[in-house]
């Protein structure tokens, strides 16, 4: 097993900056903006696995359950990535950074949140879904943390495969089985996390570049990483359209319109690069964001309302 990393500077060492409280700095831990994104995507999935709307009880658990699943994975990435973390801009003012929260309580509240997720996933769903979210803790921490982050550039297309996970808990929950649209939305999920991820990195190329850390921005050039993104973004919207058997054209329609958006805004980026002229990553990652969220809420509504599937 990989060794835990050491802090870059001893616990004693003072704090940077005004310090959080001990709740807000527990919290923090868990990266509750990434949890936002991953509990976006398994209500809808939930959704179109009732074929309607699933109890609202188990809907609450499931999230409840992910989210804790989710945010001890975040907790153990903190700890591991602790020493990186501090020299980079963007993440410099994390909790472990900053001397709020001691690496051995960090460690333990991880384990024991992901433990406790476990247990509310497997009584108030069943006990499929707490295995598919504990896994996707377990691949997080020790294959893209521990393995894959620090030695290639393809580690996020890899690593990434932990967050497209709560599509197939959220499934599972519903259904107590794994069915080929629970696939497909993982598919999507994952296809999605380059572009998206790569835009935040070629900005933030030299945090990653001071840290060791070989995202694809760092160890390739800029065209080829916006080819990439344009690549991965198209299939990313082919994929969406996979889903087009058990939906009606609610979903269809919306997966149409905004999957041309996101590829007018890769193909714009890519094209810019290309021709040395300015471009904004920042732009795309954002768009990113929404894509993703306001797809997977057409998703829900499409099953929602129940039409007839088109196919």
């Not at 497997?122 to 691949?139: K, P, R, Y």
């Amino acid at each position: 097993m990989t060794a835990i990393p050491s802090s870059a500077a001893p616990e004693s060492a003072p704090p940077a900056g005004r310090r959080r409280g001990v709740l807000a700095a527990y919290v923090a831990l868990t990266k509750p903006r990434v949890i936002e994104l991953l509990l976006v995507t398994t209500i809808p999935a939930m959704f179109l696995a009732q074929r309607g709307i699933p109890s609202l009880w188990l809907v609450a658990v499931t999230l409840l359950g992910g989210a804790m699943s989710a945010g001890a994975a975040n907790a153990l990435n903190c700890v591991a990535d602790s020493d990186i973390d501090a020299v980079m801009n963007r993440t410099k003012k994390r909790p472990l950074v900053r001397y709020e929260v001691p690496r051995r309580n960090a460690l333990i509240f991880g384990i024991v949140l992901g433990l406790v997720s476990f247990a509310v996933l497997w009584l108030g769903a069943n006990l499929l879904s707490a295995i598919l979210a504990t896994a996707a803790l377990l691949f997080y921490v020790f294959v893209y943390t521990l393995v894959l982050k620090r030695r290639t550039s393809q580690n996020i297309v890899w690593g990434g495969a932990a967050g497209c996970m709560p599509v197939v808990v959220g499934w599972a929950a519903v259904t107590g089985k794994v069915e080929w649209p629970a696939l497909v939305m993982f598919g999507v999920v994952f296809l999605w996390t380059p572009p998206h991820f790569w835009s935040l990195a070629m900005k933030y190329k030299d945090d990653y570049a001071r840290a060791g850390v070989p995202m694809l921005p760092v160890v390739a050039t800029t065209r080829q990483v916006s080819a990439r993104i344009l690549a991965y973004s198209w299939a990313t919207v082919g994929c969406t359209l996979l889903l087009v058997p058990v939906t009606s054209w609610v979903y269809v329609a919306f997966a149409v319109l905004a999957g041309a958006a996101f590829l007018i805004v890769a193909q714009r980026m890519h094209a810019a690069v290309r021709n040395g002229r300015a471009y904004n990553p920042m732009k795309l990652f954002h768009l990113s964001n929404s894509y993703l969220a306001l797809l997977f809420v057409a998703i829900a509504v499409d099953a929602a309302v129940g039409l007839p599937a088109l196919v």
